[in-house]
């Protein structure tokens, strides 16, 4: 997918809600265990009540993982009913992957052309060479950690270096790296207060939003501080979406709180 059928379906939908797709097999209905394949049963009821609300789902991939051979199969099961049934929805792959050149060719390769998603989360830490190979699939993108949500993002992400912090490192440098166009970033809706200094650096690129809802991020002020002119953020929540309800309703419950994002998410491009 490209960025401007991405920010096509945004205007559309009037939403840039991306639903993050963590099955955590002892939070989902009980019922549902009595499945073949609990974890996309469970997906494709979600996707079912919201995909006319979202632009994109996030499925992280250890809580795929965790159940080994038949959660990859959940996996692969997951993104083909996405892009089978609603080629439209940008697809992203949390899976903070990023190594030694050919290592990193290799993900690519699983991520992309084998599982099929549209982008991949990888981390920045081992540098160009880590990150360009994934750049070099056309209509893909690599969504790069800068700033992330969690506690321990302070431990190295806002440390100085020569009087700047290493996420504007990453942020500066990652824009000289080739095909850098297909760069996004993730910033944690925890440090609203830093998307200003971060929209000066990438005023372009689309930021992936964790830390909404949950964790504790606020909607209004990551809006404020870091929309762009084609809006430019992707909101993610998986729990307070996913885990509304644990009951036979839950897909019901997941749609009205995707629903209550969606609207405000609609409030807000209108006054950009």
């Not at 494709?44 to 990859?72: M, Q």
């Not at 070099?136 to 950690?145: G, R, S, Y």
């Amino acid at each position: 997918m490209t960025t401007q059928q991405l920010i096509s379906e945004i205007y559309k939908k009037k939403s840039f809600l991306c639903i993050g797709l963590d099955v955590d097999l002892n939070k989902i209905p009980k019922h549902l265990l009595k499945e073949e394949d609990p974890i996309f049963s469970f997906n494709k009821a979600i996707i079912d009540a919201t995909h006319h609300l979202a632009v994109a789902y996030k499925p992280n991939t250890a809580f795929y993982e965790a159940y080994g051979i038949k959660g990859w199969k959940s996996l692969q099961k997951t993104i083909e009913y996405l892009n089978n049934n609603h080629p439209e929805i940008f697809t992203i792959a949390d899976a903070k992957r990023g190594d030694i050149g050919n290592t990193s060719s290799m993900y690519a390769h699983a991520f992309f052309n084998d599982l099929g998603f549209d982008s991949l989360t990888v981390a920045p830490y081992m540098g160009k060479d880590s990150v360009e190979p994934f750049l070099a699939f056309e209509d893909k993108h690599t969504v790069l950690l800068a700033l992330t949500s969690n506690e321990g993002a302070f431990d190295f992400q806002t440390k100085k270096i020569d009087s700047e912090e290493v996420y504007k490192t990453v942020l500066k440098t990652s824009k000289g790296w080739k095909n850098s166009q297909n760069l996004m970033y993730v910033v944690g809706a925890t440090k609203a207060e830093y998307f200003s200094e971060i929209r000066n650096i990438v005023p372009d690129s689309f930021l992936l939003v964790p830390g909404v809802g949950a964790q504790g991020g606020s909607l209004t002020e990551v809006c404020k501080y870091g929309m762009n002119k084609n809006i430019g953020l992707l909101i993610n929540s998986s729990r307070g979406i996913l885990y509304a309800s644990n009951n036979s309703d839950f897909a019901e419950a997941a749609q009205a709180e995707a629903e209550k994002l969606q609207l405000q998410m609609q409030k807000l491009m209108h006054a950009v």
